[in-house]
Structure formats: structure tokens, C-alpha cells
């Protein structure tokens, strides 16, 4: 997959502030972990889900990824004794969060996270190493991308296992390479005083509708927890 493709293109809570989205981002997750109403649950992965179809072709990568490993609990589950309704809670569960997510602090995009985690007093050196990840993912990317297309151009005929070897030294060649990279990033960055953190270069203003939208959010996830209380005590 391209990275950059995986962007969200559409904003739908572009007006915030972004510690006011990670803050309402993380009010919710943290509900979810405690909601065992499957119809709780379904509301929280259509909705959120609903709000980003703007951007379904990001969407679709992202939570075809997230079911992969939600695919491996039906799978797993029933032979440790547990039933399917167990994994079908748990993947609701997971589901709810990831587009929680995505629909709260993924969307803002990196120019937006990054800062928003120093205001919020974030370790700075944990900030630092986030943002470089991200941005070598793009390096890497590039590297096995052009590595790939080169075997393919350029193999003769060969049989399935000499295929895979190709391409399992392609990409050991590739981390390597990043491996290598780094130290000599890692270098260059001390020899310029680099200290391990990022200047912070963007301000926010908090304003009246980020106040109400945090208490929103606070409200609204503990009447979440209190009808799931209710759902399960009626059951």
C-alpha cells in the first residue's frame, strides 16, 4: 500500500482544536473498553464509519487490515472454549476504537498530532521518534517499492521458492539499508546539537467551542456507560 494514499483527504472536525480531539478521541476509546452491549457498539462502528465514507478509499485499506486480525479471533476462540459471541464482541470492540480513532486524531494528519502532543506535554523525545517513524515509513516504502519492480523486470524464469528467496533479500537488503541509514541520520543530528526534540512551530488557540465539545464528548461517553449498565442489567 501507498502510504500517502492512506491519507484522509476530508477533515470533519478540521474547526477544533487538536488537543480537543485527542482528548474526546481518547474519552471514547476509553468507553469502549468498558461497553458490552453489542447494539452499543454497532452504533459506535457505524457512526464514525458513516462520517469518513468521504474518504472511503483510505477507509477501506485501513479496516480491511484491522479485520484481519479480528478474522483470526473466530478462529482461535472457539478452541480455547470461548464462544463465537465473545469474538464477535471483541471485534465490535476493536472496530469501534479504530474508527474512533481515525475519525478523531487520524484525520487531523501528522502536521496536526505532532504538536498537539508536545501542548498536551507529551515526552518530547517519544514525539521526536513518532514523527521520524512516520516519515522513514515513506523512505521504506520507496525502497521495497523500486526493489520489487526491479526483480520483476529484470528475473529470468525461476521456480516459486527462488521467487520468494528474491524477494526476502529484497527486503532484507531494504532494512538493512535503514539500519545503516539511521545510524548515519542519528550522526549527522548530534554533530548539529540536536538534543532529541523537535522545536515546537504551531500555536493553537483554545476557544469556547472546544470547551463545550470536550465536556460534549465527557458527557456523552459517560450516559454511553450508563445505558450499557442499563442494556446489561436488563438482560
Known amino acids: 500500500m501507498y502510504p500517502d494514499r492512506l491519507e484522509f483527504k476530508n477533515d470533519p472536525l478540521k474547526a477544533f482544536d487538536p488537543r480537543c480531539r485527542l482528548a474526546s478521541g481518547a474519552v471514547f476509546i476509553f468507553a469502549v473498553l468498558y461497553i458490552t452491549d453489542t447494539v452499543l457498539l454497532a452504533c459506535l462502528t457505524v457512526s464514525p464509519a458513516l462520517l469518513l465514507s468521504r474518504d472511503i478509499k483510505a477507509l477501506l485499506p485501513r479496516l480491511s487490515a484491522v479485520n484481519l486480525f479480528c478474522a483470526m479471533l473466530f478462529v482461535t476462540m472457539p478452541l480455547g472454549g470461548e464462544p463465537l459471541s465473545a469474538a464477535l464482541l471483541y471485534t465490535l470492540r476493536i472496530n469501534a476504537a479504530a474508527l474512533l480513532s481515525m475519525f478523531f486524531v487520524v484525520s487531523m494528519g501528522i502536521g496536526n498530532l505532532i504538536p498537539a502532543l508536545s501542548k498536551l506535554g507529551a515526552p518530547g523525545k517519544l ?21 520489487v519492480l526491479s526483480i520483476r523486470l529484470r528475473r529470468p524464469r525461476q ?15 531494504v532494512f538493512a539499508g535503514a539500519f545503516f541509514r539511521s545510524q548515519k541520520v542519528k550522526l549527522a ?30 458527557l456523552a461517553a459517560i450516559l454511553l456507560l450508563f445505558a450499557n449498565a442499563a442494556l446489561s442489567g436488563g438482560m
Open 189 to 218: 543530528a548530534r554533530a548539529r546539537g540536536f538534543d532529541g526534540v523537535f522545536p515546537l512551530t504551531r500555536t493553537f488557540r483554545w476557544k469556547a467551542r472546544d470547551s463545550l465539545a470536550s465536556a460534549g464528548a465527557a
Open 159 to 173: 521456480s516459486m521458492t527462488m521467487t520468494w528467496h528474491s524477494y526476502a533479500a529484497a527486503f532484507a537488503s
Open 127 to 147: 514525539v521526536s521518534l513518532l514523527m521520524l517513524t512516520y516519515r522513514y515509513l515513506f523512505v521504506i516504502h520507496r525502497q521495497v517499492f523500486y526493489s
